[in-house]
């Protein structure tokens, strides 16, 4: 059974941090990568960061400098630390894992809230 489980979201302050934590099991094949999109209300899902199985990792632009994406491949983890978290942050941050055939898999989302 496919399992990817999110942890670690909730509420916050603008200015503080937050680290998600995703864990992924049941999937039988390597990655090409594994990351975090994000959904605000009323908005498309969009990219926010993924890492390779090298350990290489890419962000939206926007992003670069307040979020660090890391991952376990010996534990099936990736990670994500959002830092001097904003307003506009607020979102359901999805986790992500594309398989070497094509595949995406996602988690069942878990909220961030930012307040003022």
């Known amino acids: 059974q496919v399992q990817l489980v999110e942890s670690g979201g909730g509420s916050v302050q603008a200015g503080g941090s937050l680290k998600l934590s995703c864990r992924v099991s049941g999937i039988a094949e390597s990655d090409i990568s594994m990351g975090w999109y994000r959904q605000a209300p009323g908005k498309q899902r969009e990219f926010v960061a993924n890492t390779f199985p090298s350990g290489a990792s890419k962000y939206k632009d926007s992003l670069k400098g307040r979020f660090t994406v890391s991952r376990d491949n010996a534990k099936n983890v990736v990670d994500l630390q959002m830092d001097n978290l904003q307003p506009e942050d607020t979102a359901v941050y999805f986790c992500?894992?594309?398989?070497?055939?094509?595949?995406?898999?996602w988690g069942q989302g878990t909220q961030v809230t930012v307040s003022s």
């Open positions: 992500n894992f594309f398989s070497q055939a094509g595949y995406d898999y």
